[in-house]
């Protein structure tokens, strides 16, 4: 893997009908927000080749919001996702990123969050990009990262949508 892109599910209602978390929906605004959060990804020729996603509804709309802008990525549900920690995160990233330079994750805070600043620390980024990092990792955010020949991440761009917006 060269380079992993994390990127946070979008705005989601806030119960769902049988008020399980698990089963939350993505509202008309997450929808959009996924799919331009896609659409920049590629715009910045950042296109996955696997993607891995929590087996939760709004990661499952996530992936089919942005999916006509990945078209020739592999997806991968994987329950383990779920509100996992950062090390879950990588983890799963490692074991499934064999033959794959792209690897996306859309899953969820703070599990996601928690790495994105773990792998900036880890990768030496500047007290500024850390301190946005730290401030908000919103629906829809995406950090990108390279790994260089020893494994080490390397900051490639973090993505924040617009703030606000209408359902």
């Known amino acids: 893997m060269q380079r992993l892109i994390l990127l946070r599910h979008g705005k989601a209602e806030r119960e769902s009908m ?22 920049r990804l590629v715009d910045m020729g950042f296109v996955p080749d696997l993607a891995l996603v929590s087996d939760a509804a709004r990661t499952r709309e996530t992936w089919e919001s942005l999916r006509p802008v990945c078209e020739a990525c592999q997806v991968r549900i994987d329950p383990s996702l779920y509100h996992a920690e950062a090390q879950t995160v990588l983890d799963r990233v490692r074991e499934a990123a064999d033959g794959a330079e792209t690897v996306l994750v859309i899953g969820h805070n703070p599990g996601l969050h928690e790495l994105v600043l773990r792998l900036l620390i880890e990768g030496g980024a500047s007290g500024d990009l850390l301190n946005t990092a730290r401030s908000r990792f919103p629906t829809s955010a995406a950090a990108v990262f390279l790994f260089n020949g020893q494994g080490r991440p390397v900051y490639d761009g973090l993505m924040m949508p617009p703030r606000g917006g209408h359902d």
Not at 26 to 33: E, F, K, Y
Request: hydrophobic content about 25%; charged content about 40%; proline content about 5%.
């Open 18 to 39: 049988s008020g399980d978390d698990h089963a939350r929906r993505l509202t008309p605004r997450g929808r959009r927000d996924a799919l331009e959060a896609g659409q």
